[in-house]
């Protein structure tokens, strides 16, 4: 292969890596998607969403832009009515893939021949218990939070 196909190579493997990494969803992202309203939340919950916590009281919109799309959501009734509980799920076996680590790498030599990429991921441990947290909404906020302050 000459240096033109590789340099090529190196490139679409440079901006695929790019591509995925934009796919994470962080806080600053979540807040920068949700500015407006973001800004008209109370400082104390402005803190809770930076810190990624949860405070008795937040509406689904801050908990998502805190926390991020939970894994699951379950409803159940309790002796004071219907409850909507956000399911968290990091590690073990499960459809949450948070627990994941993936990295890349990949660089290009001018004047060698030194072109290389690599890929590794490190596949969540079945054997692992689940770390689990749930989020209570009741009449639409929050009733309960294993997130607190």
Do not use: H
Not at 74 to 85: A, K, M
Not at 93 to 100: A, E, F, Q
Not at 132 to 138: A, G, I, Q
């Amino acid at each position: 292969m000459n240096i033109l196909g590789r340099w090529r190579g190196a490139c679409l493997f440079s901006a695929g890596s790019l591509l995925f990494a934009g796919c994470a969803s962080t806080t600053s992202s979540r807040v920068d998607a949700n500015r407006a309203a973001y800004e008209s939340w109370p400082f104390e919950v402005q803190q809770a969403v930076l810190s990624n916590k949860v405070l008795v009281g937040m509406t689904p919109e801050m908990v998502q832009t805190s926390l991020g799309k939970p894994t699951e959501v379950v409803s159940r009734s309790s002796n004071s009515g219907e409850d909507e509980i956000w399911v968290y799920r990091k590690g073990g076996s499960g459809p949450d893939l948070g627990s994941s680590s993936v990295s890349m790498g990949g660089g290009i030599g001018v004047g060698g021949v030194s072109v290389g990429g690599s890929t590794s991921g490190t596949p969540r441990s079945s054997s692992k218990e689940a770390e689990e947290k749930e989020v209570v909404f009741r009449n639409g906020v929050v009733a309960r939070s294993d997130f607190g302050t």
